[in-house]
């Protein structure tokens, strides 16, 4: 694609880059390093099994729920603007969740956190879009910023289990608070604002409406992964796609709409979102069974197992490394397609996964979807913001994020569900009839529920129990690798149908002369 000398990002941008990487690790950690706190923050706080959720989930819905409305303010606020006011709010947020004195305190902190998260992650995409115009900086830029966004995700247990060693368990919410430190600091020097020239009225209703549509879906996901399905999630699940539909109505009736839904108009944006999705769908979905595998089936210490999670970062370094060079001489759409398809054949080494000696075929499925996902993300992630206009890059990169959340819920209810569904099959003939009523009911609940009351038996009995319940487990599991690896052929075949049309190093939009000052408002 044609561009013009002055639209080429210098040394200012990528120093700002390294600063953009800081807030998306900080995200992505405070998703996963509260796994390892739960026993002691548990014993400390005493909070109920709801609360004990709710300290949990809370994070992810309002992380989810808020980040259209707030990505599309700072379009208009400032991104830069909103990128500091997050930062702030972040680091006030953890220092009260760090020194949370009840359960309720600590589940209004992790609300706070997920805000002043979604502040941060459509911030720092759409803040990337105006920086970087040259194409092929803009796919590298955005390749750092998945890498750092799912290395994270990966480094969050390990952290953790290296903190809760040495400190209490508030540590590995005190931790974001230099990080946020050095952000406010650093991102009025190094970034520059940008914010839309003439952005029209803020729409309140439609705000209203988009928290409306996103939260209850995600919560009824949420209950299909915890619970099995039921009416109270199907109920939630269709309020916000009711919701969801008037939201798109009056976007498409608003002179000044909060998204732009003509966007999904366009086969780049569409099938960009959709495999955004679907390979985050998979990577959590996998996630669900992966940790649960290591320790109550192969036994491992958390710690341990956590370690395993370092493998997150070559194959995510060399995945996003690749796609991004693949694409200056093949066309993205089978890049894209191809990385998909290399999901699907981590999904299918997973159904070679058993109880005993299968640690390797664990190990490589686990790197292939990493991979295959790393990959995929970078490139669908530049699609998205690269096909809106740079005033709506904010919304644009909320969309992107939003995205990535529903596929995480999706994931873990529609695998869990399969796997969950073969498990309760299975033991309701495994467990002992005179086991007492509620130990039965926790042995055919989950395998950790399984793993607990096998504790508690003789030997005798404890073995056969534990055996029944560890197989029928990595049968379930089977079960959903085999479902993940026939929808992810699908959706790599749809992606190399739908993204044919665009050619290596190219968007879906023809190239615009861009005048980098006149694109910055600093």
Known sequence: ??????????KREWCGLAVLVLPTLLISMDMTA??????????????????????????????????????????RIGRRRMLVIGGVAFGVASVLAAYSTSAEMLIASRAALGLAGATLAPSTLSLIRSMFLDDRQRRTAIAVWTAGFSGGAGLGPLLGGVLLEHFWWGSVFL???????????????????????????????????????VLPVVFGLKLVAEDGPAVLPVLAALFGLAMAA???RRQRRLPDPLIDVRLFAGRAFSTAVLANVFSIFALVGFGFFGTQYLQLVLGMRPLTAGLWTLLIAPAMVLSVTAGTMLVRRVRPGYVVAGAIGVMAAGFATLTQVYVHDSLPAVGVGFILLVGGSGAVGALAVDMIVAAAPPESAGAASALSETGSEFGGAMGVAVLGSIGAAVYHSRMDSAVPADLPADAAEATRDTLGGAVDVAKHLPEQLSG??????????????????????????????????????????TDDRPAEPVDRQASLRS
């Open 175 to 213: 931790i974001n608070v230099p990080v946020m430190v050095l952000l406010v600091v650093l991102a009025p020097l190094l970034l520059p604002e940008f914010k839309a020239s003439d952005p029209g009225r803020f729409d309140l209703v439609s705000a209203a409406l988009s928290l409306a549509a």
């Open 246 to 248: 008037i939201f798109v």
């Open 34 to 75: 509260l796994f390892f706190a739960l026993p002691t923050l548990s014993a400390e706080l005493e909070p109920s099994s709801a609360q004990l959720l709710w300290i949990m989930d809370i994070y992810a819905f309002l992380l989810a729920g808020s980040m259209i409305t707030l990505g599309t303010l700072g379009d």
């Open 464 to 505: 056969p129990l534990l055996q029944a319940a560890q197989e029928a487990f990595t049968e379930g599991m089977r079960l959903a690798a085999a479902a993940g690896t026939v929808l992810m052929a699908v959706i790599a075949v749809l992606a190399a149908v739908m993204l044919r049309h665009l050619r290596p190093d």
């Open 1 to 10: 694609m044609r561009q013009y000398a002055n639209s080429m990002a210098g």
